[in-house]
C-alpha cells in the first residue's frame, strides 16, 4: 500500500482498475482515533478504496504499516487519506504511542 502519491491522479487509476478488475465502485472508508485508540478497522476494504485516518485525539499519532508500506502523520484534529492499491493484511500501530494498534485487510 502507498500511502500518498497525486491523490486525485492515484484515485482516478484505483478506481478505474477497481472497477475494470471487479465490477464494484471504490468506497471510502473512515478509521477514527481518539481517546488514545484506534476506532474498529472497516470490513469490506477492497484495493481501490479510499481509507481515511482522522484523529479526533488532543493527541498528535500516526498510522504506520509495520511492512513499511504507508506512514501517515496525523497531528490532532486533522485526518489523511491513502488509497488501497495492494491486497493482503497489513499490520500498523502509532510510532508515538506503540500499544495502538490494528491490521488492515485488503481484499483483491
Request: glycine share 8%; proline share 6%; aromatic share 8%.
Amino acid at each position: 500500500m502507498r500511502a500518498f502519491a497525486p491523490l486525485a491522479l492515484a484515485a482516478a487509476i484505483s478506481l478505474g482498475g477497481a472497477l475494470a478488475a471487479t465490477g464494484v465502485a471504490a468506497a471510502d472508508y473512515t478509521i477514527v482515533i481518539d481517546k488514545m485508540a484506534f476506532g474498529p478497522v472497516p470490513e469490506g476494504l477492497r484495493v481501490g478504496d479510499t481509507l481515511i485516518w482522522r484523529n479526533d485525539d488532543i493527541f498528535r499519532h500516526t498510522a504506520t504499516a509495520r511492512d513499511d508500506s504507508f506512514d501517515v502523520d496525523l497531528p490532532a484534529a486533522s485526518e489523511a487519506r491513502m488509497v488501497l492499491d495492494t491486497a493482503g493484511s497489513v499490520a500498523f500501530f502509532c510510532k508515538l504511542h506503540p500499544g495502538m494498534a490494528g491490521t488492515l485487510v485488503v481484499a483483491p
